[in-house]
Antibody, heavy 121, light 111 residues
């Protein structure tokens, strides 16, 4: 069965960096685009970034553009999110999600359990 | 930021029908982008409920249905059950932002 397991969250000071990972199993990882989506405490869902199945195409929300980098290693079935210059408003649970189909408005059919990132001094 | 607007909350008695609206604009729902709906139970990850405006993934009961017209979409839950208490989010692709947008979220309460 499809499994997505995020890791790498924790408490970090403002301005520092953190890298999240999402280990995928149960499907052909190299065939699907992947998203990062976050949820601040008590708030709604916010899309963060997307990467194509082959890693060549990426796009970001304006709120993280220039600070966050999404990447993937298809040989390791792993998705990453490198987060630099972290701010208090980046505090959230970060979910990775599998894209169901390789077209713009494809839904996300599987989600990980999330990893909590807290940016605080 | 959310560019899809949902009511903060809806409620109903067991067995009743409730609907959740999702209002977008000409760059997302009005641009013919599909809308998807997700259910988030407390403390858990979102789960895909409706995709492509009105399609249910395997395992989602028929009493949940979706529709879309112009710049608006809606999710209907008939025969409301206690297990339906959750937060619900619509989602689409926005061609102006060249990114994905979620609705503001709606909390469903079963009275």
């Amino acid at each position: 069965q499809v499994q997505l397991v995020e890791s790498g969250g924790g408490v970090v000071q403002p301005g520092r960096s953190l890298r999240l990972s999402c280990a995928a199993s149960g499907f052909t990882f190299s065939s699907y685009g992947m998203h990062w989506v976050r949820q601040a405490p008590g708030k709604g869902l916010e899309w963060v970034a997307i990467i194509s199945y082959d890693g060549y195409n990426k796009n970001y929300a304006d709120s993280v553009k220039g600070r966050f980098t999404i990447s993937r290693d298809n040989s390791k079935n792993t998705l990453y999110l490198q987060m630099n210059s972290l701010r208090a408003e980046d505090t959230a649970i970060y979910y990775c999600a599998k894209r169901w189909g390789n077209y713009n408005d494809a839904p996300s059919d599987y989600w990980g359990q999330g990893t909590l990132v807290t940016v605080s001094s | 930021q959310s560019v899809l607007t949902q009511p903060p909350s809806v409620s109903g008695a067991p067995g009743q029908r409730v609907t959740i609206s999702c209002t977008g604009s000409s760059s997302n729902l009005g641009a013919d982008s599909d809308v998807h709906w997700y259910q988030q139970l407390p403390g858990t990850a979102p789960k895909l409920l409706i995709y492509g405006n009105n399609n249910r993934p395997s395992g989602v009961p028929e009493r949940l249905s979706g529709s879309k017209s112009g710049t608006s979409a809606s999710l209907a839950i008939t025969g409301l059950q206690a297990e339906d208490e959750a937060d619900y989010y619509c989602q689409s692709y926005d061609s102006s932002l060249r990114g994905y947008v979620f609705g503001t979220g709606t909390k469903v309460t079963v009275l």
